[in-house]
């Protein structure tokens, strides 16, 4: 028959500390994964907002210059 060993204060803490960081491991990965998700969600929604300025900023140029056209025109024929 086998001698059995004694379960140790230091054994039993060993083994209850691997239990531990094991579910916080657990915890933290799913946190992280949350966290990676929200990212680059947050990525795609900046690059739609970087493609809707850059839209609106090209109408309003094209705004300006037919204004600027109309304003010329008025002036040009005001003059006469």
């Keep these: 028959m ?3 060993k004694s379960a140790t204060v230091t054994n039993i803490a060993q083994q209850s500390l691997g239990i531990r960081l094991s579910s916080h491991e657990k915890i933290c990965a799913e946190r992280m994964k949350t966290l990676i998700k929200s ?5 795609k929604e900046v690059a ?3 493609d809707s300025v850059s839209k609106g900023k090209g ?12 304003t010329a025109v008025i002036g040009f024929f005001s003059f006469k």
């Excluded at 990212?39 to 990525?43: A, C, G, N, S």
């Excluded at 109408?59 to 109309?70: N, Y």
């Design 59 to 70: 109408i309003v140029a094209a705004l300006v210059f037919i204004g600027s056209l109309a």
């Design 2 to 4: 086998k001698k059995r």
């Design 48 to 50: 739609e907002l970087k």
């Design 39 to 43: 990212i680059d969600e947050l990525r």
